[in-house]
């Protein structure tokens, strides 16, 4: 399905992370969920699953800051489908199961037991090395991945550091324990190993039913990274200290008065063009891989981003810089597989003339998010009327409120606004619950527009208010934590939705 081009038809599209799965383990994972998912997005005429990033998880549990840029999150390996390979038992699976609340990930449980299982799982492929049927597939597997070895082996030496960052390793001490360090490292391999053989046939299955997978690719990654560990030079580091010299951010904004200090490490994009983006072609050739479509969050910061010299306490003390532009999009050229029509630009937040020709020249879609349509001027461009075909239109992201809560934080006259553009005839817009009059309302706007693709929240989608909100930036605790329910989900309206998609020419 990779081939077809995301923009050929009017298409829907549900915005739902692996970790919002239901199930029993502590977070969604690769397994029946998935597909049982799948199977009600294609009853309901839709085209698209939009997830979160993939990969590993930050001190905060957000998937947009992790310690790889290529590795997969390996709390989402369904234990389920170990046993399946032989490499674990009944009991094994059960020590995984989780007792707390369904409706909440519980990170911690799901590091610890997974940890335990996977643990278990790799002893039980070297003792079998030769009997496991995959053995073949990851020798490839291993071959194939040029990030694989470096990401292994900083893993490898950060578990013998006892978690410490990078820059405070002893190289003697990976000496000293040679073989425990090449365990470890093929330990971390297989375990990615396992991660990619699961996720390659939930996508399969996804294709197969008609439904394509648009992933998120964050711009920026951690500090204490494989990536940075490996090549500080392709970031702006100091050679002498390792210390950053500017770190990511951005001004003030929607979301934020302050602006938001990430901390992240800057790209040296003079270093990297002298090497034609390498790090980069690679990095969009392995998200191309995973995903049919491909989000570049913060698409901003190639343009121009902010930076903010390291040690400053406020973003406020940041300044634009020069992104790549159109060079960096010229080098992807040469990725096999890829086509402009597989990627959507996230241009939100604070952005000037030089985001907006990049959009242009490189003729990517952009977002649109109707909660941002309603102030007083009514020129907005986020209002459904204005969109533009080549552009991507959400009733709300994961950094958004639900439709919901966010009625019930407006001012008055945005909220006076919206019910009325969006021909809320009812007198109850405070009631939520699947067929939720004002969530309604506020869908259906979304989906008349103008905009190839449309996608909705499974929280609207449910009626849902702010306690089930996916993040809230700038908030560094309480986010990330939302999940759903097999029951939650049997509750959704399929035929009000299959009818919406049919109506307003987005079925399948």
């Not at 977002?367 to 080549?390: C, G």
């Not at 103008?450 to 986010?479: F, H, I, W």
Request: contains cysteine.
């Amino acid at each position: 399905m990779t081939d077809t081009n995301v923009f050929d038809k009017r298409a829907a599209g549900v915005l739902l992370s692996v970790s919002s799965l239901p199930g029993p383990f502590g977070t969604g994972v690769f397994g029946r969920e998935a597909l049982d998912f799948i199977d009600r997005l294609k009853r309901m005429d839709f085209s698209f699953w939009q997830v979160l990033p993939l990969g590993p998880l930050d001190r905060g549990n957000s998937p947009y800051c992790g310690e790889s840029a290529f590795a997969g999150n390996t709390l989402y390996v369904d234990p389920r489908g170990l046993s399946g390979l032989g490499l674990v038992t009944d009991e094994d699976i059960y020590s995984c199961i989780y007792r707390g609340s369904p409706h909440t990930a519980d990170y911690g449980f799901a590091r610890f037991s997974r940890e335990n299982v996977l643990k278990k799982a790799y002893r039980t492929f070297r003792e079998n090395r030769d009997a496991f049927p995959l053995t073949n597939d990851f020798n490839e597997f291993v071959k194939t991945r040029p990030w694989l070895r470096p990401y292994a082996e900083f893993k490898a030496k950060k578990e013998l550091s006892g978690g410490t960052c990078w820059n405070t390793w002893k190289e003697e001490l990976f000496s000293e324990r040679k073989e425990e360090l090449d365990n470890l490292i093929e330990y971390y391999s297989f375990i990615q190993f396992l991660f990619f053989f699961q996720w390659k046939n939930i996508k399969k299955y996804a294709n197969e039913n008609g439904i394509r997978i648009i992933g998120d690719m964050p711009l920026y990654i951690d500090y204490d990274s494989a990536d940075v560990y490996s090549d500080p030079g392709d970031f702006q580091i100091d050679p002498s200290t390792f210390k950053p010299e500017k770190v990511a951010g951005v001004p003030p904004d929607y979301y934020s008065e302050e602006g938001q200090l990430w901390g992240n490490p800057l790209y040296n994009w003079t270093a990297m063009k002298k090497n034609g983006f390498r790090w980069w072609k690679e990095r969009l050739a392995s998200a191309l891989d995973l995903y049919d479509v491909v989000r570049i969050d913060h698409f901003r910061g190639l343009a121009s981003y902010w930076a903010v010299p390291y040690g400053a306490k406020s973003a406020k003390d940041g300044h634009w810089e020069k992104g790549p532009g159109l060079e960096l999009f010229e080098a992807f050229k040469e990725i096999p597989g890829y086509t402009k029509d597989r990627l959507i630009a996230e241009d939100l937040g604070v952005f000037g003339q030089d985001v907006i020709d990049l959009l242009r020249d490189v003729g990517l879609p952009g977002m649109r998010v109707i909660q941002f349509a309603f102030d007083e001027s009514r020129a907005s461009t986020n209002l459904p009327h204005n969109y533009d075909k080549n552009s991507v239109a959400y009733v709300g992201t994961h950094d958004n409120n639900t439709v919901l809560g966010w009625l019930w934080e407006a001012d008055p006259k945005e909220k006076e606004f919206a019910l009325r553009y969006c021909g809320f005839k009812g007198t109850d817009w405070e009631k939520g619950g699947y067929k939720s009059e004002s969530c309604r309302a506020m869908t259906e706007a979304v989906w008349k527009s103008p905009a190839k693709l449309s996608v909705v929240s499974l929280q609207d989608m449910c009626g849902y208010g702010k306690d089930c909100r996916m993040n809230t930036p700038g908030e560094p605790e309480g986010n990330w934590l939302f999940r759903t329910t097999v029951e939650a989900l049997s509750g959704i309206d399929e035929a009000y939705y299959r009818e919406i998609n049919s109506i307003f020419g987005r079925s399948v």
